[in-house]
């Protein structure tokens, strides 16, 4: 039986984490697609062509270190502009998304371009001081050196990206269920959006 779970949202918002929870918790696969724009992004920093790196993704890429890196992050979302590059990657992701046992995919248009059918689709945000102070305290934990402000201005440039991009702008599906994670701690989320999920499989 095939049952995806599209869950998108801002960086930070929570929705990584939220995704990887509900994909062991209903024992489905999961996909993280940011890690698929960030690995094309760190090929492209090392001076490879957006689209042939792309075509030439293979699982393994998606391993290497420093993909959580912010200029790997800023060179993902723009490449993920790119239209090109967007669908060379739309197969792959569309695979993945009807994998028997079930599939839980987040990103930021998996709802509304990847997955339009999905049979439950989820939508996580906080505020953006939210989100730029998770942001910082992650990259801080690894011994980056960076300020919050930097972090701040990053976050807000991100957004706009990825909202304001004429192919599949980050919106939330009609259909999306939204939670916002601003209060709410790590566990909270997870078991408000568990117990959605397992709200939505019963509709």
């Not at 060379?88 to 059918?117: H, M, N, W, Y």
């Not at 906080?126 to 050196?145: F, I, K, Q």
């Amino acid at each position: 039986m095939s049952f995806t779970i599209a869950i998108d949202g801002p960086a930070a918002a929570g929705k990584g984490t939220i995704s990887k929870a509900v994909a062991a918790h209903f024992a489905m696969a999961h996909l993280d697609t940011g890690l698929l724009y960030r690995a094309v992004g760190a090929q492209v920093l090392a001076g490879a062509d957006p689209l042939v790196a792309a075509k030439s993704l293979c699982p393994d890429d998606l391993k290497v270190s420093g993909l959580r890196r912010p200029e790997v992050a800023l060179a993902a979302s723009e490449v993920a502009v790119l239209v090109d590059v967007r669908k060379e990657l739309l197969a792959f992701q569309r695979s993945f998304s009807r994998r028997e046992g079930g599939a839980v995919l987040d990103g930021r248009d998996i709802g509304t371009v990847i997955c339009p059918k999905a049979e439950f689709k989820l939508f996580v945000t906080a505020t953006v001081d939210v989100r730029a102070d998770r942001r910082y305290r992650e990259l801080r934990s690894t011994g980056m050196d960076i300020t919050l402000e930097q972090v701040l201005l990053d976050v807000l440039a991100r957004d706009a990206r990825d909202a304001d991009r004429a192919t599949a702008p980050m919106i939330p599906a009609k259909d999306a269920v939204v939670i916002d994670t601003s209060e709410l701690s790590v566990d909270e989320a997870i078991a408000d959006a568990i117990s959605l999920v397992q709200n939505g499989m019963k509709s």
